[in-house]
């Protein structure tokens, strides 16, 4: 009887280590998911897991984080193109000769151009009006020229600003009518963004900003760029003049909506707060995605964890179904850093 008594003793000890240490093992494994990147937990899941586990715990893994949401690529040989030897353009809505009656807009996001402008051309004096208007620079430089400010009388940075170059952001609404012309005086090719926005309200004062953005500072995180008038559609006359973006440091837009960029570094993330803190209407929110032909094809990310949102240079995606405050996660996976732009509106 004092024999069994030891062994049933010695056996309930085995168990109760045994499950100590099973506990523990997932214990582990539960806080080194939270704090262990994708390509570590799935290297060490090969290793010691069946083929079919191993698919299971990878689609686990790369799981959506964003259910709820709806991701729809836009690939960059679907969007409309033109090539008129000194600008080569790329539209991702309806724009000149292009029309998709599918793509006329996208919340407050009305134009999104890709262009490439050769060196002595450029766009010549031509008006515009009730559209918000910013040019987001890539590479090279590009030169404006506008009717409020006469030649010779331009400053170096902010509402007089003309010649941009990469990391500057240029602003302009156009409101009862404004003309102006952007050209490339240099002999190097100019590449940047031309993003139009539909204003809250026509008949606006014309106006310009140009800011500069610190590159540093867009790889750390996503940058705010662009955000709505501090005031509201209805700011006096004294609120538009001072110009108070609701965001700090960013260029106020008359619309409810946010831009900002980020270049991440490969096998990076970086995470996406939908409105930015920034807007008045917080649900149902219209994102867009793009990724700028910046680095020879080698870039590509990743949105949400999800195959099907892998996005290539020149490709997009609308992301809808969401609202203020819900976090999209991109992801680099390419060969070289990523370039991304983030366009988030009502």
Do not use: C
Request: overall charge negative; hydrophobic content about 35%.
């Amino acid at each position: 009887m004092k024999l069994f008594f030891i062994v049933s003793a010695i056996f309930i000890t085995s168990i109760s280590v045994f499950f100590r240490d099973s506990l523990q093992e997932l214990f582990n494994n539960i806080t080194s998911f939270h704090s262990t990147p994708t390509t570590s937990i799935i290297s060490a899941t090969i290793s010691s897991e069946s083929p079919m586990t191993t698919v299971n715990t990878i689609k686990n893994t790369m799981s959506k984080a964003l259910s709820h949401a709806k991701i729809v690529p836009r690939r960059s040989a679907d969007r409309g193109h033109a090539d008129h030897g000194w600008l080569n353009s790329y539209h991702t809505f309806s724009f000149a000769n292009y029309y998709d009656p599918k793509y006329q807009n996208f919340g407050s996001l009305r134009v999104l151009n890709e262009d490439r402008v050769e060196g002595g051309s450029g766009f010549p004096t031509h008006p515009h009006r009730d559209a918000e208007i910013f040019s987001y620079i890539l590479s090279g430089e590009l030169t404006h020229r506008d009717s409020m400010i006469k030649k010779g009388a331009e400053g170096s940075q902010g509402d007089d600003f003309y010649r941009m170059k990469r990391g500057d952001v240029q602003f302009t609404t156009g409101g009862t009518g404004i003309a102006h012309s952007e050209q490339n005086e240099a002999e190097e090719q100019v590449h940047f963004l031309q993003i139009w926005a539909l204003p809250w309200k026509r008949g606006l004062t014309p106006r310009y900003h140009t800011k500069t953005f610190n590159e540093d500072a867009k790889r750390s995180a996503f940058l705010p760029i662009l955000s709505p008038l501090k005031a509201g559609p209805s700011a006096s006359a004294p609120e538009e003049a001072a110009a108070e973006p609701t965001l700090p440091e960013t260029i106020p837009v008359h619309a409810d909506l946010v831009m900002a960029a980020g270049i991440i570094g490969v096998d990076k993330r970086f995470k996406w707060t939908v409105g930015g803190d920034a807007v008045k209407k917080t649900n149902g929110r219209n994102v867009y995605i793009h990724v700028p032909m910046t680095k020879n094809g080698n870039a590509k990310v990743r949105l949400d964890g999800r195959e099907d949102a892998v996005l290539g240079e020149g490709d997009g995606a609308f992301v809808s179904n969401v609202n203020a405050g819900d976090v999209l996660s991109v992801e680099s996976i390419g060969e070289a850093e990523a370039e991304v732009v983030v366009l988030d509106s009502d």
